[in-house]
C-alpha cells in the first residue's frame, strides 16, 4: 500500500485553476485500479492519495504525470506500508 502525500506549494488559486487537470490524472488511475482513495487535507494545504499495486519507485515515476507535480505547485512524500490488518467493513469506510 502506497500513501502519496501532497503539500502545497502555491496559492489556491494557482491550484484550482489546475483542479481539472489533476482530477483527470487521479482518473486515469482510478480507471486502472491503482488510486483506491484521494482527497484534500485538511487544512487545505495538499492532498491525500492512496494507492495498491504500486512500490515506491512506480509511485514516483506516477506523480511526475500530475500537473501539480510538473508545474512545481506541490511538493510529495511517497510512504510505502505493509497492510497487516484491516478492518472487516472496510469497504463501508469509503462509501
Same mark, same amino acid.
Given at each position: 500500500?502506497?500513501?502519496?502525500?501532497?503539500?502545497?506549494?502555491?496559492?489556491?488559486?494557482?491550484?484550482?485553476?489546475h483542479l481539472q487537470a489533476h482530477t483527470s490524472f487521479l482518473e486515469k488511475y482510478y480507471t486502472a485500479?491503482? =488510486?483506491?482513495?484521494? +482527497?484534500?487535507?485538511?487544512?487545505?494545504? +495538499?492532498?491525500?492519495?492512496?494507492?495498491? +499495486?504500486?512500490?515506491?519507485?512506480?509511485?514516483?515515476?506516477?506523480?511526475?504525470?500530475?500537473?501539480?507535480?510538473?508545474?512545481?505547485?506541490?511538493?510529495?512524500?511517497?510512504?510505502?506500508?505493509?497492510?497487516?490488518?484491516?478492518?472487516?467493513?472496510?469497504?463501508?469506510? =469509503?462509501?
Amino acid at each position: 500500500m502506497i500513501i502519496i502525500e501532497l503539500n502545497y506549494k502555491v496559492p489556491l488559486e494557482q491550484i484550482d485553476a489546475h483542479l481539472q487537470a489533476h482530477t483527470s490524472f487521479l482518473e486515469k488511475y482510478y480507471t486502472a485500479g491503482t =488510486f483506491i482513495a484521494s +482527497g484534500r487535507k485538511v487544512p487545505r494545504d +495538499g492532498g491525500i492519495i492512496l494507492a495498491t +499495486g504500486i512500490d515506491k519507485e512506480k509511485a514516483a515515476m506516477l506523480i511526475k504525470e500530475d500537473p501539480f507535480y510538473q508545474h512545481g505547485f506541490a511538493d510529495y512524500k511517497i510512504t510505502e506500508f505493509a497492510v497487516t490488518k484491516k478492518a472487516a467493513h472496510i469497504d463501508s469506510i =469509503f462509501s
